[in-house]
Nanobody, 125 residues
Framework: QVQLVESGGGLVQAGGSLRLSCAAS????????MAWFRQAPGKEREFAAG????????YYVDSVKGRFTISRDNAKNTVFLQMNSLKPEDTAVYYC??????????????????WGQGTQVTVSS
């Protein structure tokens, strides 16, 4: 069983930055592809960024490319999402997800085995 706990959300003005963290329990973190999804009110959960188990490959949705950076520290079982130049349309609940024993980064929520509880990010205009 894997538990994921997100932190770092909050309220920020447009153009500002936030850094999200996701701490994972269990011994499978280093063999799991990890991702950040987000869900705005009234919308479906969407993929934002993903990273391979080694950290050597990353993938972003077009709307966050050049502004968000996903990274991981396998020694600390933690994945991060650095969010810069935030826009009001980035407002959402952000979820961390783990895909056990998978190298490929999936973009569909059904690709992932474990989820965190989410952290709210609100960007004011």
């Amino acid at each position: 069983q894997v538990q994921l706990v997100e932190s770092g959300g909050g309220l920020v003005q447009a153009g500002g930055s936030l850094r999200l963290s996701c701490a994972a329990s269990g011994r499978t973190f280093s063999t799991s592809a990890m991702a950040w999804f987000r869900q705005a009110p009234g919308k479906e959960r969407e993929f934002a960024a993903g990273i391979s188990p080694s950290g050597g490959s990353t993938y972003y949705v077009d709307s966050v490319k050049g502004r968000f950076t996903i990274s991981r520290d396998n020694a600390k079982n933690t994945v991060f999402l650095q969010m810069n130049s935030l826009k009001p349309e980035d407002t959402a609940v952000y979820y961390c997800a783990a895909r056990n024993y998978r190298v490929i980064i999936g973009t569909n929520p059904n690709d992932y085995d474990y989820w965190g509880q989410g952290t709210q990010v609100t960007v004011s205009s």
